[in-house]
């Protein structure tokens, strides 16, 4: 059975720097799309940045310029640089990954805080 693992989440200030990483345990192969979504209170999950397996990458607006995402294909890992943090990064992140036959996985989520 496949399970996601995501780890690096916390409490960080305004300005700060936190690096998600996310990786798969248990057989799977042929992952095509890798990527990061975000879930506010109360609202629906939304797409923050995803990456192909050739390297392709596709951002949300809101986070271009400060998140960066990268993935190690060997390890079936997938990694979120996020620099210049804002209050309003604040969510649970989910990793999210997907095969080229159409399976899906999620990760089971982690908090990121920003605050002072």
């Known amino acids: 059975q496949v399970q996601l693992v995501e780890s690096g989440g916390g409490l960080v200030q305004p300005g700060g720097s936190l690096r998600l990483s996310c990786a798969a345990s248990?057989?799977?192969?042929?992952?095509?799309?890798m990527g990061w979504y975000r879930q506010f209170p109360g609202k629906q999950r939304e797409l923050v940045a995803t990456?192909?397996?050739?390297?392709?990458?596709n951002y949300a607006d809101s986070v271009k310029g400060r998140f960066t995402i990268s993935r190690d294909n060997a390890k079936n890992t997938v990694y979120l640089q996020m620099n210049s943090l804002k209050p309003e990064d604040t969510a649970v992140y989910y990793c999210n990954f997907r095969t080229i036959l159409a399976s899906t996985y999620w990760g089971q989520g982690t908090q990121v805080t920003v605050s002072s």
């Open positions: 990456i192909t397996r050739g390297g392709s990458t």
């Open positions: 248990g057989s799977i192969s042929n992952i095509y799309n």
